[in-house]
């Protein structure tokens, strides 16, 4: 066995000061949330007339990062984003990053209110409404459910 005499090692009380230091820094979840939210940038009111299925989902993380929207409220956009041939069998999804077709989710959303008030979807048609409410706060104000 062979002893390094030259080697340095911190005594007990600098080890001690330095795992207090360590606990002193706050990582926790809702810290690292705020200090998101305090440094996101602000950005330009989304128009859901004309978005591609990748810009929702980009504006949607960025609303969830920023603490402006939680999970369950996301849902319904997240959907909206969500494009799956009939045909897909195994394969599910097409990538949104593919497509550049852009759609107006003011009236997907329109369009998804109407066949869960005819299904008599509760859960559905309550989280759509959510939805649109979140839609017209960001557009101003202006009613988009023309």
């Given at each position: 066995m062979r002893i390094d005499a030259g080697a340095t090692y911190p005594a007990a009380n600098q080890r001690a000061s330095a795992a207090n230091q360590n606990r002193s820094t706050d990582t926790s979840f809702s810290a690292v949330l705020a200090s998101t939210a305090s440094s996101a940038p602000k950005t330009a009111p989304a128009d859901f007339s004309s978005m591609t299925r990748q810009d929702l989902?980009?504006?949607t993380n960025g609303q969830i990062r920023s603490g402006q929207m939680s999970?369950?409220?996301s849902r319904a956009f997240m959907a909206m984003s969500m494009k799956i041939p009939v045909a897909s069998g195994l394969t599910g999804e097409l990538p949104a990053t593919n497509d550049s077709t852009r759609y107006d989710f003011t009236q997907k959303a329109r369009a998804g209110i109407e066949g869960a008030t005819a299904r008599n979807?509760?859960?559905?048609l309550k989280m759509l409404q959510s939805a649109m409410s979140i839609m017209q706060s960001q557009t101003g104000g202006v009613d988009i459910r023309a």
């Open positions: 989902r980009d504006w999970l369950d409220d979807d509760a859960s559905t």
